[in-house]
């Protein structure tokens, strides 16, 4: 388990992170979500241990992670910008990590190599975006840690690769133990995997939540009611985030059970009744709209 309590970091004037407290659990995918400069790589790099925050503290199976030589081979991380040496192969990129790395699995690194259509004799500096991103995600599953820690691991890939990155992340999860922590601006790229959200914004954490019973528990219904007063009797009923209207079509965004919400609404004999999937991204602007937060421009 991975718990950040009060963690705060500036670069001179720029707070990047700022008292953030969150708890990272195990066997699930971690995703952290922010806009450019929100601070996810700044918080990343913190949990890797390679910048200490200023306050607060970060631990990891209940050991601090700065200069712990030990705690260090139970992580893997993947920055946006990773720095391979010059003219080194996949190869030599496999025998760099087994020097850190003593579980390093080099049989699934020359199947997976194999599968995603990567020359390990080629040098990497001529590798394209995407093909490098995928080498970095194969030699992360392959050093067998217990987590992996991702920086915009997702942009580069096409759709196919990305496909094919989470397919790997969901088979060592049920085959091992493994928690992937994925920082991304996208909210598109993460809602088929995650399965818990951390928000973060200008350094701070505005929502850390299941995204299972964050869907549980917030919906969007369209309907059509015979007259105003029942429109506006069941809003008051309702616990309310968003209201629209398209004609005389009514749309809201609830928070609420399914069953609850259902039975309200079909009590005030509605001609029409429909409820509608919410996406990650409009379930995160309803709540931190609630929250007093204005945040539809970040993703």
Do not use: W
Request: charged share 25%; with cysteine; glycine share 6%.
């Amino acid at each position: 388990m991975i718990e950040i309590r009060n963690c705060s970091k500036a670069f001179g004037k720029v707070q990047a992170v700022n008292q953030v407290s969150m708890d990272i659990g195990e066997h699930e995918v971690f995703g952290l979500i922010g806009s450019n400069g929100a601070g996810k790589s700044t918080l990343l790099r913190i949990m890797a241990g390679i910048i200490c925050q200023d306050s607060g503290e970060v631990l990891l199976d209940e050991q601090p992670v700065f200069e712990n030589e030990k705690i260090k081979e139970q992580f893997f991380y993947i920055p946006d910008d990773a720095y391979i040496p010059a003219n080194y192969t996949a190869s030599d990129m496999t025998e760099y990590y087994r020097c850190f790395y003593p579980g390093f699995r080099q049989e699934q690194f020359e199947k997976l190599i194999k599968q995603f259509h990567l020359d390990k004799k080629r040098k990497i500096s001529t590798f394209s975006k995407g093909m490098k991103k995928q080498l970095l995600v194969i030699l992360g599953i392959c050093a067998g840690t217990k987590y992996l820690y991702c920086d915009e691991t997702f942009d580069g890939l096409d759709p196919v690769m990305r496909q094919a990155v989470k397919s790997l992340f969901a088979s060592e999860i049920m085959n091992r133990e493994f928690t992937p922590v994925i920082a991304s601006h996208n909210l598109r790229e993460l809602e088929d995997i995650c399965d818990h959200i951390g928000l973060l914004h200008k350094g701070g954490i505005l929502l850390s939540r299941d995204l299972e019973d964050m869907k549980f528990h917030i919906h969007k219904i369209q309907c059509v009611l015979t007259d105003k007063s029942k429109e506006e009797m069941l809003i008051k009923e309702l616990d309310v985030l968003k209201t629209e209207h398209q004609g005389s079509l009514l749309l809201l965004t609830v928070r609420g059970t399914r069953t609850e919400i259902v039975e309200r609404v079909q009590a005030k004999n509605p001609l029409f009744c429909e409820i509608l999937p919410l996406t990650l991204e409009e379930i995160f602007i309803s709540e931190t709209e609630v929250a007093g937060y204005e945040v539809k421009n970040l993703f």
